[in-house]
């Protein structure tokens, strides 16, 4: 009995589940803002298989309130909200901080950068990218804001109405895109951004204002009936891979026991991990079914690594560009720079 009950304590403390809660820590319920509309894919993931693990991680001493975009403070103001007590937490795309520093976008999405998202996180954990998160939100905050983590859980497919084979075929082609680093992408590559609402690009691929659209994952335009209208969709995708961050206030997280802090580490690293998963696994069924149906019309366009590598690099004159003038963004892009040469991803 007491060799099971060491073995199971062994177990708990190399997990950081278990045993994390002193009988003596108050439970509390952190209200946590999403960059999700409820219901959607990710937001649902969230609910449905994650909320109740962090509860038994902790042993009922932490729970999350999950709330949608929006519902407390508007999406881009969440870090402010947090360091103020309004929020607990965040679970939300670190691009909508971008204008106020230019680290938050290159940071949110390294447009082009990253294969796949395991990669991306990889780097948030293991190249320096959550400690640089860290000392942005310090400088932004005044020190307010705990990043727990960050990481990728999809990259998105590039929905197209005409065949784009290969980066060469991107030349003149009109591209629904956000302003910013995306569209400086494209247009470096040849291609021709267009700035509108997300609610507008269906419309826009439809009536050909737009040859294509950077927009969401393969199973979201499925689900939105983009390929109704765009029956060329880049899959894997070859641009956009947000990021997806976890802060809580820092004074609360402070205040956690090491045991506790590690529980939730811990429940953060595997929920970014099986929503990775569950993506991949959700797009792939919706690419074979399409690929199986053959009224569909849908051509499924997948890009070889030469090109991919091409447009990579193409890439990465824009990622350095537009890092001038914030030393946050510099640190941000020299390490994503050296991270991809020590992975290969990129030549020195």
Same mark, same amino acid.
């Given at each position: 009995?007491?060799?099971?009950?060491?073995?199971?304590?062994?177990?708990?403390?190399?997990?950081?589940?278990?045993?994390?809660?002193?009988?003596?820590?108050?439970?509390?319920?952190?209200?946590?803002?999403?960059?999700?509309?409820?219901?959607?894919?990710?937001?649902?993931?969230?609910?449905?298989?994650?909320?109740?693990?962090?509860?038994?991680?902790?042993?009922?001493?932490?729970?999350?309130?999950?709330?949608?975009?929006?519902?407390?403070?508007?999406?881009?103001?969440? %870090?402010?909200?947090?360091?103020?007590?309004?929020?607990?937490?965040?679970?939300?795309?670190?691009?909508?901080?971008?204008?106020?520093?230019?680290?938050?976008a290159l940071?949110?999405d390294l447009?082009?950068?990253?294969?796949?998202?395991?990669?991306?996180?990889?780097?948030?954990?293991?190249?320096?990218?959550?400690?640089?998160?860290?000392?942005?939100?310090?400088?932004?905050?005044?020190?307010?804001?705990?990043?727990?983590?960050?990481?990728?859980?999809?990259?998105?497919?590039?929905?197209?109405?005409?065949?784009?084979?290969?980066?060469?075929?991107?030349?003149?082609?009109?591209?629904?895109?956000?302003?910013?680093?995306?569209?400086?992408?494209?247009?470096?590559?040849?291609?021709?951004?267009?700035?509108?609402?997300?609610?507008?690009?269906?419309?826009?691929?439809?009536?050909?204002?737009?040859?294509?659209?950077?927009?969401?994952?393969?199973?979201?335009?499925?689900?939105?009936? %983009? !390929?109704?209208?765009?029956?060329?969709?880049?899959?894997?995708?070859? !641009?956009?891979?947000?990021?997806?961050?976890?802060?809580?206030?820092?004074?609360?997280?402070?205040?956690?026991?090491?045991?506790?802090?590690?529980?939730?580490?811990?429940?953060?690293?595997?929920?970014?991990?099986?929503?990775?998963?569950?993506?991949?696994?959700?797009?792939?069924?919706?690419?074979?079914?399409?690929?199986?149906?053959?009224?569909?019309?849908?051509?499924?366009?997948?890009?070889?690594?030469?090109?991919?590598?091409?447009?990579?690099?193409?890439?990465?004159?824009?990622?350095?560009?537009?890092?001038?003038?914030?030393v946050l963004?510099?640190?941000?892009?020299?390490?994503?720079?050296?991270?991809?040469?020590?992975?290969?991803?990129?030549?020195?």
């Amino acid at each position: 009995m007491k060799l099971r009950t060491l073995f199971s304590a062994g177990m708990a403390l190399a997990f950081g589940i278990g045993l994390a809660a002193p009988a003596s820590a108050q439970p509390q319920t952190w209200k946590v803002q999403t960059s999700m509309v409820a219901g959607d894919s990710y937001y649902t993931m969230l609910q449905d298989h994650w909320l109740d693990r962090l509860a038994a991680m902790t042993n009922g001493q932490i729970k999350i309130e999950l709330t949608p975009i929006g519902s407390v403070v508007p999406h881009t103001e969440t %870090m402010n909200a947090i360091g103020q007590g309004i929020l607990q937490g965040d679970f939300t795309s670190t691009t909508y901080f971008a204008g106020r520093d230019k680290v938050f976008a290159l940071m949110g999405d390294l447009i082009a950068g990253y294969d796949t998202p395991m990669q991306l996180t990889m780097f948030c954990y293991h190249g320096g990218g959550r400690e640089i998160l860290q000392e942005a939100f310090d400088r932004y905050t005044g020190g307010t804001v705990q990043v727990v983590g960050c990481g990728a859980v999809a990259k998105e497919a590039l929905v197209s109405k005409v065949h784009i084979k290969g980066l060469a075929e991107l030349k003149g082609k009109k591209i629904r895109s956000p302003e910013g680093l995306a569209a400086e992408v494209f247009r470096r590559a040849g291609a021709s951004p267009v700035a509108m609402p997300p609610s507008e690009t269906y419309t826009a691929l439809d009536k050909g204002v737009v040859d294509a659209a950077d927009n969401s994952s393969y199973t979201m335009d499925k689900s939105s009936g %983009m !390929h109704k209208v765009a029956k060329f969709p880049i899959y894997p995708g070859i !641009h956009s891979m947000p990021i997806i961050q976890f802060t809580v206030n820092k004074a609360i997280w402070n205040k956690l026991s090491p045991e506790l802090k590690k529980a939730v580490d811990a429940w953060y690293i595997a929920a970014i991990y099986d929503m990775t998963m569950r993506n991949e696994l959700q797009d792939r069924l919706n690419v074979a079914a399409d690929l199986a149906d053959k009224s569909s019309g849908i051509t499924i366009v997948d890009w070889s690594q030469p090109d991919r590598d091409a447009f990579r690099a193409i890439a990465a004159g824009a990622w350095k560009d537009f890092a001038e003038g914030s030393v946050l963004a510099k640190k941000a892009y020299d390490a994503n720079i050296a991270f991809m040469q020590k992975m290969g991803l990129l030549a020195k």
